[in-house]
């Protein structure tokens, strides 16, 4: 049996396991994190849960019901586009992720410091920083940040091609508990142009969300930028600043924590759902289409086709489909 190995159990790694597992592979997934998820992410407070990676999923109903509708809860906020509405989901993103991760053959806290090539024809193997262990594939699929994954590419020798050409955008994220009162009926804001806020939502204000009022805040890509090596205090102490004065209120705060995602989302893509970089080896990520989850989900979902038809020309699963 074809047994495959995917490094990363965020959107894209997760939704690639998830189809090839459904056609019958033997799958194993390795993810530096202590839990599936990637952006999609959550933390827990006193005051309650923050979304503070995807902010909501814009997806028809059908779309939606194909990601998995019972953990997704409509957002009317989101205005509708293209017949395309927001979604969140419930109880918090990650709770999606964890959802998506279940049955799967999924190891965390696992970093891959190599990628060798193995004595299984045209396989793999991988080696990683916290485990003295060694595993072996036939087929690999890098589903990580580009910059990320070139350098295990480099030091194999293998050519990273389009890869190379891709840059990503940082992000600070503000996780704000305000001790004063928030405006009436504020649900969420969208900057534009130079805004340095390019994102405020009212965590409490979504559907199935409860607790005291608080706010998930993203800043735009430039101002993220700018204060990139900000310590997360620091950076914290700013945003509260900024988003204060944007809504007329105090500064003061119950609680507050800053986390930077330093690369989270590709600002130029490659254009192609999968590229495929050598013999058995492929990389697919939200680097390829995009970086809304629908579109890192059908990136994981276009490499599960690639491996499964590469695999049936080598007659070892003739029988094997994926929908």
């Known amino acids: 049996m ?13 939704s690639a396991a998830r189809a090839l597992v459904a056609a019958g592979f033997d799958v194993t997934l390795f993810d530096k994190g202590r839990r599936a998820g990637g952006r999609m992410a ?71 410091t ?29 589903t990580i940040p580009t910059p990320q994954a070139i350098p295990l590419l480099t030091a194999a020798g293998i050519d990273c091609g389009p890869l190379a050409a891709v840059r990503y955008a940082p992000n600070w994220t503000l996780m704000w508990t305000p001790a004063a009162a928030l405006p009436d009926g504020f649900t969420h804001h969208g900057g534009s142009g130079d805004d340095p806020l390019a994102w405020i939502a009212r965590e409490d204000a979504k559907p199935g969300r409860s607790g005291p009022p608080r706010l998930t805040v993203q800043a735009s890509a430039a101002w993220s930028a700018a204060q990139l090596e900000l ?6 102490e700013q945003l ?11 500064t003061a705060s119950v609680a507050a924590s800053a986390h930077r995602w330093r690369y989270a989302f590709a600002a130029t893509t490659i254009g192609v759902p999968v590229v495929t970089l050598a013999d058995g080896l492929l990389y697919a990520s939200d680097a390829c289409l995009g970086s809304r989850v629908t579109l890192a989900v059908e990136a994981g979902r276009q490499a599960a086709v690639q491996i499964s038809e590469g695999d049936r020309r080598t007659g070892t699963l003739v029988q094997r489909t994926l929908s």
């Open 42 to 112: 959550s933390r827990d407070g006193a005051a309650g849960s923050f979304d503070h990676g995807v902010q909501y999923l814009r997806a028809t109903a059908a779309d939606a019901a194909a990601l998995g509708v019972g953990p997704l809860l409509p957002w009317p906020a989101i205005a509708p586009k293209d017949g395309a509405g927001g979604w969140i989901a419930n109880p918090t993103f990650n709770h999606l992720a964890q959802h998506w991760a279940q049955g799967l053959a999924l190891h965390c806290s696992h970093t891959v």
């Open 231 to 236: 310590g997360a205090d620091a950076a914290a």
């Open 2 to 14: 074809n047994r495959i190995a995917i490094i990363g159990a965020g959107v894209t790694g997760l």
């Open 114 to 142: 190599a990628i060798t090539r193995g004595p299984r024809p045209s396989g793999w193997q991988l080696r990683f920083a916290e485990h003295d262990t060694v595993f072996d594939c036939d087929t690999l699929l890098i």
């Open 240 to 250: 509260i600043a900024l988003t204060a004065e944007r809504l007329g209120t105090a």
